[in-house]
């Protein structure tokens, strides 16, 4: 619990947005993406075309010309007709298949560079890994709805003015204009309104939030003391507040659909009133007129699906900086030698540790001993360094001074040599939505059935081999999965056992009968057991106290076990 | 999944309201889309007569003022629809706090998320959806009549094909349901399991399998990818169909007017007429099936309130005046689903008297509190207080005569004085202060910088445990309650602590009925005090907190 908050959020990115990166990142599948957006035009063409067309070939009737006058524009209308839908079929499939394989891409990467980023910093909190996830899944929906539509729009409209131009100069300016206010203006106009209302209710959610916690959370201690009614009322005031703000701010939300109507309507009354003056002069003769007045009706299908696209733009940036905050992180520990460290009973000597994160030093020297197969503990406050340490041990992170397992230094040796040697249970312990088996054969892929019950006897869990232990391990209980998480570390046969807060989370009837039997497993073996919960620790060989980031006199010194 | 859950209508009345006025500006729209279309051919058809700029001045510029009515409207119903959103919302929210709120705590965590973000996601059904719904039953509808009137043979083409469109639609719904259905939770454990392995990265790099794992996520992307490309491939289809059979059934009435203008049954206004409203009589349902998707996160979130909103605690609660005099439990069983926590015990807690409960874990002493506190009530068996069955008395009348001290109290963000007056709103600070003195809080209370008036802040974080449990313990004493209950009072504490807490919970329980839970031994020996040891109900095997 060392690093600070500020540091894991601070965005990274040197001028290039993250919105621009993440569509970098589409590049290598450029050609599907161009093949989508070709589509998509086609498409949204097909449909303008069609009103077009249509009134092309009425006008033209109304002139009563021999019927072959009509027969292409009669095959080309039927044929616009399906070739929008197929058109737009193929569309959508092309670029969700071209979004998807970009966000495989864009996973791996993820993958990569998390893998080598020091998890105590990286992993402080589910809540930021779930929104990690989701971060890079905005990849997709920046896409498929913000690249592909915009394009498709600016090929269609470009089209449609051109055509426009054509049969009469100022209505093909006249749909010029509309579509671009109606496509860029309006979108980005409605995004920036939406910035205040949105800050003012996230304000006013949070408060609201923070009731409903009390409320809910405190329930037994309000009902029990008749205070519900007034903490109820307290809900009730701060929901208030967000209903009258989100009412309040209904009028400026409401802006969008109002200006995308009128620019509309005015669009259609302008090319009405251009074309019947030219036609009156004389400048445009009657059947262009229907189509200029026509298309200029179906010309807004274009802009449609911009301003929901350009509404998501905002969160889909943040998104990006984020996640290039973290591809941006450099690895946490640097090239190493790899030959593994011998995994027998040793002794830990550590002198003079420094390590810390960026400019900010956690451990100001620590010098520890834990004799081989003792159990020593290291106790004290948050924020005193004891996550920084576990991280040092597991190699995690790279630091200055010694660490020496009997003869190996484990400062010079690669983070998979360390390993080999070291193993334990790390804060909050993941157990994989697999089976009880599959999680322990993780420590040792190898392991034999017979192997598997043993280490779970030891540690005191009677558990099928088969049995599914749902998301995030929720069908055990808190207690399980921590015998699970020292099960798996133990099937590794580790030269030093380091337990990071192995009971943390659990309530208080149930920490001290876990730790008792992790000790217990783990009797014999070299331990080192960091905990800010001063509990059992007369089973301990040494505890130790540790604030500020240096060692402090020992608390006690028991010569005998326990 | 129904498109229009009748329970909301019920449950917010800010809902009806809405739907008024979404039917309102709807049928109002209907009419602007008619006027526009007919005003529009008339200007082509008179222009193309020969009538000039002058002559129809008067018609264009009710064009315009159709545009501006059109955007009034457009904006008008959606300012609206947020707002009954925003009042709907809030409906449906306080109503879900009232009803978790009364009887028995329950699980707190989901409740929070559904009712600020789930119920937020009710936004795009208001705004978006429900107005769509009343557009793609009223345009399709009033188009169909008009162009009757003008078109009869229009009509017929619009009226075959616009059903088409649902039936189709069903169709292919049918026959893919399954295979959608089958797919969907395929994407969920493929989706969930990117997340499941990132988070758990330091396990994996811990166990050096980090880069064994990320050939395995790039198969299992590839995995989500085609599996995701196969539903897609499904589920695009309506959209097809819609998208098909709207601009072809466009494409025949071109065709079919073009034709007949040739020959001269139909005036040109009539066509141009015809022509413009087909297209629109198609629009709102290909928007409605758009915005159904984006709005079903809020329906799915409705249906959770109203699931919580539909389940029932407990029976009636009874009207009797709390009673005073000695407890008693008489043959008291407490099943619930999954275990048995009491099983038929029958015990005495003497008015004016400590009773110590000691017994291991899962032998049911939380139990006992919790159906002294009515947070639970009796499977069979009764409890008594001087003879008076506990059932039939209000439970708030009955929790006014207790002060309760729980192992892990929860503390409030707000002052700490205001967390001591929890039980009594109207103490003064001086009666404040003497509980918290009583409580053993001194020093604790030198120690914060602005003393009582120092905000806890979430949960009461900047507190230990010990001196959190001494805030209960303030709360007790301020509370005055001739019942004390407590739960391991001395639980987990360091030997300071323990010790403060035990000097506060002596002068606490002088001359009250008080019941402590605990497993520490030091409680039981004292003269004034009646010892009750429990077994537990029943075994459950396994490790001892699943028992829990």
């Not at chain 1, 966000?103 to 930021?128: C, I, M, N, Q």
């Not at chain 2, 928007?287 to 159904?292: I, P, Q, S």
């Not at chain 2, 739960?487 to 300071?496: N, S």
Request: net charge neutral; glycine share 8%; with cysteine.
């Amino acid at each position: 619990m060392s690093a600070p908050e500020e540091r894991t959020a601070q965005p990274l990115t040197g001028g290039r947005g993250g919105l621009v990166r993440m569509l970098a990142l589409a590049r290598p599948r450029g050609a599907r993406f161009l093949l989508g957006v070709l589509l998509g035009a086609v498409a949204t063409a097909a449909g303008v075309g069609l009103l077009s067309l249509a009134a092309w070939l009425i006008a033209t009737a109304a002139t009563h010309p021999p019927v072959t006058a009509l027969s292409v524009a009669v095959v080309l209308t039927r044929a616009l007709g399906v070739t929008r839908g197929v058109a737009r079929y193929l569309e959508r499939l092309v670029t969700h298949d071209a979004a998807l394989r970009t966000l495989a891409e864009a996973r791996d990467r993820v993958y990569a560079r998390l893998a080598a980023t020091e998890p105590v910093r990286r992993f402080r909190s589910g809540d930021l890994v779930s929104r990690l996830v989701s971060d890079t899944d905005a990849t997709q929906d920046l896409l498929v709805r913000g690249l592909t539509p915009p394009l498709s729009a600016l090929l269609v409209g470009g089209g449609v003015v051109a055509l426009s131009t054509a049969l009469l100069t100022e209505g093909g300016l006249l749909l010029l204009g509309g579509l671009l206010l109606a496509g860029l203006g309006v979108p980005l106009l409605a995004a920036r309104l939406g910035r205040g209302p949105a800050r003012r209710a996230a304000a006013a959610r949070a408060e609201l939030a923070t009731r409903l916690v009390d409320t809910l959370h405190g329930a037994p201690d309000l009902l029990a003391y008749g205070a519900m009614d007034r903490a109820r009322a307290q809900v009730g005031a701060a929901d208030a507040a967000l209903t009258r703000a989100a009412r309040r701010d209904a009028a400026v939300l409401g802006f969008g659909a109002g200006a995308t109507a009128l620019i509309a309507g005015l669009t259609l009354w302008g090319s009405l009133l251009l074309g019947v003056a030219a036609v009156t002069r004389g400048d445009l003769a009657p059947i262009p007129l229907a189509v200029l007045v026509l298309t200029a009706l179906a010309a807004f299908e274009i802009v449609a699906p911009l301003p929901a696209a350009a509404a998501r733009l905002g969160a889909v940036r943040e998104s990006g900086d984020r996640l290039f905050a973290v591809l941006d992180t450099p690895p946490a520990t640097a090239p190493a030698d790899p030959t593994p460290v011998p995994s027998h009973s040793a002794d830990l000597r550590i002198r003079g540790l420094r390590a810390g994160y960026g400019d900010t030093e956690v451990l100001h020297g620590v010098d520890l001993d834990v004799p081989a197969g003792t159990h020593v503990a290291v106790v004290g406050p948050s924020g005193a360094g004891k996550s920084t340490l576990a991280a040092v041990l597991f190699r995690f992170m790279d630091a200055t001074g010694e660490v020496r397992l009997g003869e190996a230094d484990l400062l010079r040796r690669s983070p998979d040599a360390v390993r080999a040697a070291v193993s334990g249970v790390p804060q909050d312990p993941h157990v994989f939505d697999s089976t009880v088996r599959e999680n322990l054969r993780l420590a040792r892929p190898d392991a034999t059935d017979p192997e598997l019950r043993d280490v779970l006897d030891r540690v005191r869990l009677d558990l099928g081999l088969d049995e599914r232990v749902g998301t995030h391990g929720h069908r055990l209980s808190g207690g399980m999965r921590r015998r699970l998480a020292l099960a798996r570390a133990l099937l590794t046969d580790p030269a030093l056992l380091v337990l990071d807060e192995p009971t943390a989370h659990l309530d208080p009837a149930t920490r001290d009968v876990v730790l008792d039997d992790l000790l217990t497993a783990a009797a014999g073996r070299t331990t080192l057991l960091i905990t800010h919960d001063p509990a059992l620790l007369d089973r301990m060989d040494h505890v130790l106290r540790i604030s500020d980031g240096r060692l402090q006199t020992p608390l006690s010194m028991t010569t005998a076990r326990h | 999944m129904r498109p229009l859950d009748p329970r909301l209508l019920r449950t917010a009345s800010a809902v009806r309201t809405h739907l008024l006025v979404a039917i309102g500006c709807g049928a109002a729209l209907t009419g602007l889309i008619l006027l526009q279309a007919w005003l529009v051919s008339r200007v082509i058809a008179d222009a193309t007569a020969g009538a000039g700029l002058e002559e129809l001045a008067l018609v264009i510029a009710a064009v315009a003022a159709v545009a501006v009515a059109r955007a009034g409207l457009a904006y008008g119903s959606e300012a609206a629809a947020l707002r009954s959103a925003a009042k709907a919302k809030s409906q449906l929210r306080m109503r879900l706090v009232e009803h978790t709120t009364r009887g028995r705590p329950r699980n707190a965590g989901e409740l929070v998320t559904l009712a600020t973000r789930g119920l937020d996601a009710l936004d795009d059904y208001f705004a978006r959806y429900l107005p769509q719904l009343v557009l793609a039953v009223l345009v399709p509808v009033a188009v169909l009549v008009v162009v009757a009137g003008a078109d009869w043979i229009s009509a017929v083409v619009i009226a075959v094909t616009l059903p088409l469109i649902p039936l189709f639609m069903a169709l292919v719904g049918m026959h893919t349901q399954a295979r959608t259905a089958r797919q969907w939770s395929l994407l969920e454990r493929l989706g969930g399991h990117f997340l499941d392995v990132v988070e758990g990265l330091p396990t994996l790099a811990l166990f050096r399998r980090a880069k064994a794992e990320a050939a395995l996520v790039r198969r299992v992307t590839d995995q989500h990818r085609e599996a995701t490309m196969g539903t897609l491939k499904v589920a695009f289809l309506s959209a097809f169909v819609l998208e098909v059979l709207a601009t072809l059934a466009v494409a025949l009435v071109a065709v079919e007017i073009g034709f007949r203008l040739l020959w001269g049954d139909l005036p040109l206004s009539t066509a141009l007429f015809v022509l413009i409203l087909a297209p629109e009589a198609y629009l709102p349902l290909r928007e409605v099936g758009a915005r159904f998707h984006a709005s079903m996160e809020g329906v799915a979130a409705a249906e959770k309130v109203f699931a919580v909103l539909d389940s029932r605690d407990g029976g009636p609660d009874g009207t009797a005046p709390a009673p005073r005099g000695d407890i008693e439990l008489d043959e008291v069983w407490v099943v619930h689903p999954e275990r048995t926590a009491l099983s038929g015990l029958s015990a005495v807690f003497p008015a004016g008297r400590t009773t110590v409960i000691s017994g291991p874990s899962g032998a049911g002493k939380s139990t006992i509190l919790n159906l002294l506190l009515r947070f639970t009530e009796p499977t069979a068996g009764r409890v008594t207080v001087g003879g008076v069955d506990l059932a039939d008395v209000d439970a708030a009348a009955w929790r006014r005569t207790l002060a309760w001290v729980p192992q892990d109290p929860h503390l409030f963000d707000e002052s700490l004085a205001d967390n001591i007056r929890l039980g009594a709103p109207d103490a003064t600070l001086d009666e404040v202060r003497r509980a918290a003195h009583r409580a053993e809080l001194d020093e604790v209370i030198a120690d914060l910088p602005e003393g009582l008036d120092t905000r806890l802040g979430e949960r009461g974080t900047r507190l230990s445990s010990g001196q959190r449990r001494r805030v209960a313990l303030a709360r007790a004493f301020l509370r005055d309650a001739p019942v004390v209950l407590l739960d391991e009072p001395t639980a987990h504490l360091d030997p300071d602590n323990a010790a403060a807490v035990r000097r506060a919970v002596e002068s606490l329980t002088e001359g009250r009925t008080a019941v402590i839970v605990t497993h520490d031994p030091a409680w039981t020996t004292p003269d004034r005090r009646t010892a009750l040891s429990l077994t537990p109900a029943e075994r459950t095997g396994r490790s001892p907190e699943m028992a829990r």
